[in-house]
């Protein structure tokens, strides 16, 4: 039987949440470019065969990545977790795609 614990660190409860899979090229990307933006998130690794219902909660797609803003935004395309990164930090200027967020 698993036991569900709630933690609460209130240090990580104003980050944004990254599901992520380690081998999947568009998560990697996701999180190659949070990396890069020198954003700070709360990395969250999805098992395939047990996925987190608060991740399935917030992307009925059930895939990788899904990034959850503090603001209650959900990200889950790959491409945008990239734009939203290099957004947060002005580095979008290096882009030449047009962004619809």
């Known amino acids: 039987m698993n036991k569900v614990v709630n933690i609460v660190n209130t240090e990580?409860?104003?980050?944004?949440?990254?599901?992520?899979?380690?081998?999947?090229p568009y998560a990697m990307r996701a999180r190659m470019a949070i990396f890069k933006a020198k954003q700070t998130i709360q990395l969250r690794d999805v098992v395939l065969s047990n996925k987190p219902d608060e991740m399935i909660a917030a992307s009925p797609k059930?895939?990788?990545?899904?990034?959850?803003?503090?603001?209650?935004?959900?990200?889950?395309?790959?491409?945008e977790v990239m734009l939203?990164?290099?957004k947060e930090t002005d580095l979008i200027i290096y882009c030449r795609v047009s962004i619809t967020m």
């Open 84 to 86: 939203w990164a290099l």
């Open 12 to 24: 990580h409860e104003k980050l944004p949440i990254l599901y992520s899979l380690r081998n999947c």
């Open 62 to 79: 059930a895939t990788v990545p899904v990034l959850v803003l503090n603001n209650g935004t959900v990200i889950d395309e790959s491409l």
